[in-house]
């Protein structure tokens, strides 16, 4: 069983910056970052895989780094250039291969409160 803890969050002007970690109870070959607002359903944010190939929501491409650290597990999310927004949710997923099927995991969240 993987466990999953985000930290990071905090609140944010628009145009700011922050930086998101997952850090996972074990290795994790593809993580990915979700937000969620109040009322929506989760969007995928960014990704990485095991091999360090990355991939970004259209949205976020240009302002938001992924990468990972793999003696320690993390995966860290870098939000530049942050947009306007009141209140989001940012989650981390890990999926991992049980040799029969793919199996997810979920953090709690961190969450983002916007300044204005």
């Known amino acids: 069983q993987l466990r999953l803890v985000e930290s990071g969050g905090g609140t944010v002007e628009v145009g700011g910056s922050l930086t998101l970690s997952c850090t996972a109870s074990?290795?994790?070959?593809?993580t990915n970052w979700y937000r969620q607002t109040p009322g929506n359903e989760r969007d995928f944010v960014a990704g990485?895989?095991?091999?360090?190939?990355?991939n970004y929501a259209d949205s976020v491409k240009g302002r938001f780094s992924i990468a990972r650290n793999d003696p320690t597990n993390t995966v860290c999310l870098q939000m530049n250039n942050l947009k306007p927004e009141k209140s989001a949710t940012y989650y981390c997923?890990?999926?991992?291969?049980?040799?029969?099927?793919?199996?997810?995991?979920w953090g709690k969240g961190t969450h983002i409160t916007g300044s204005s």
């Open positions: 997923n890990a999926v991992t291969w049980t040799g029969r099927n793919y199996k997810n995991y």
């Open positions: 074990g290795r994790a070959p593809a």
């Open positions: 990485i895989s095991g091999n360090s190939g990355t």
